[in-house]
């Protein structure tokens, strides 16, 4: 059971490329999360969806755009990337409520 | 969502139990206390949950006191592999985006 399966672990961008990052999870679960984690600070959410075909922001989900299209895949997409961006991406998933989260390995983004 | 209180750092013999405290004063009725944890370079994991009474799982144990302000999980037997960062939440059950991550105690468990 491979559980929450975050592509790719790794990534270097030069400030402006884009790119998107991909989450699967195969525990049939309704929501899904994204959050990014900067040294020494705990995670913060980007943006979340609570079903298919549907998503909301968190609490910085500016320079980011997600997508909901299948209920096992959730992208977080870059436009137009910046250093500030630069950190480590986590990927969750809950049933409804979200009271118990499972997390995938994280994705290490460097913006050059 | 109440904000929690919890020591920046650890230490604990392998073998012995290791007590993590957790201060939400502000705690108010309809809010559950989470702890999660986060080993080195990986994905938060969950450990246990509870409104009110005191809880156990095959992973810890979590007290709670009568006046809900304060709580402490509990490793029984902790071991080298609980060597991480341990994270208490307080939200509201059904609250979606609100599982707030501080900045967790860091415990270190030594041989």
């Known amino acids: 059971n491979a559980g929450v399966t975050q592509t790719p672990k790794f990534r270097v961008l030069k400030t402006g490329q884009s790119m998107t990052l991909l989450c699967a999870q195969d525990?049939?679960?309704?929501?899904m999360y994204w959050y990014r984690q900067d040294p020494g600070m705990g995670l913060r959410l980007i943006h979340y969806?609570?079903?298919?075909?549907?998503?909301a922001k968190g609490k910085v989900p500016d320079g980011y755009n997600v997508s909901r299209l299948k209920k096992q895949n959730f992208l977080l997409g870059l436009e137009s990337a910046a250093p500030s961006q630069t950190s480590v991406y986590f990927c969750?998933?809950?049933?409804?409520?979200?009271?118990?989260?499972?997390f995938g390995a994280g994705t290490r983004l460097s913006v050059l | 969502d109440a904000k929690t209180t919890q020591p920046t750092s650890m230490d604990c013999a392998e073998g012995r139990a290791a007590n993590l405290p957790c201060n939400h004063s502000t705690i108010s009725g309809n809010e559950y206390v989470y702890w999660y944890r986060q080993i080195h370079s990986q994905g938060p994991q969950y450990i246990i949950h509870?409104?009110?009474n005191n809880e156990t799982n095959e992973m810890a144990s979590l007290i709670i006191t009568e006046d809900r302000k304060s709580s402490t999980l509990i490793l029984p037997h902790a071991t080298l592999r609980d060597t991480a960062v341990y994270y208490c939440i307080v939200r509201v059950s059904y609250n979606t985006d609100k599982l707030i991550f501080g900045t967790g105690t860091r415990l270190q468990v030594f041989p």
């Open positions: 969750a998933s809950s049933t409804p409520g979200g009271n118990i989260q499972y």
């Open positions: 509870g409104l009110k």
């Open positions: 525990m049939n679960h309704e929501y």
């Open positions: 969806s609570v079903g298919e075909g549907t998503t």
